[in-house]
């Protein structure tokens, strides 16, 4: 009876050492696909990631090249307002001797003229 008994324990223990090695691989297999999902999730969500980042870099380069522009215009604006001032602070003294000396000139005469008409 005791070698009965004995069997029986011992492939009471095969069954349930195969039940729970069957019971692993189910859950390794579960695990795999799972994996397998959160892995294609993962590509997926790369991918997409990737994308927007692009889309991102295309935006951030447009922005570069505007204010780059911005920044050349507004050298360009400030250059021409101070160039006309330097310009302007130079030819005075001509400007100024042109008007002293023709100007009340011609308006005299004009006067005259007009008197004498």
């Not at 008994?5 to 492939?11: A, G, I, V, Y």
């Not at 195969?18 to 390794?28: F, L, P, V």
């Not at 799972?34 to 295309?58: G, P, R």
Request: glycine fraction near 2%.
């Amino acid at each position: 009876m005791a070698k009965k008994e004995l069997e029986t324990d011992s492939q009471s223990d095969f069954v349930n050492m195969n039940n729970s090695d069957i019971n692993r691989q189910a859950a390794q297999m579960r695990v795999g696909s799972s994996a397998n999902n959160a892995s294609s999730k993962i590509l997926e969500q790369l991918k997409q990631n990737e994308k927007i980042s692009k889309d991102i870099l295309k935006s951030v380069n447009f922005i570069k090249h505007y204010y780059l522009w911005q920044s050349i215009f507004n050298f360009l604006k400030v250059f021409i307002i101070v160039a006309v001032i330097v310009l302007g602070i130079v030819s005075w003294r001509s400007i100024l001797d042109y008007i002293t000396n023709n100007l009340p000139n011609n308006f005299s005469e004009q006067l005259i003229r007009r008197s004498l008409e």
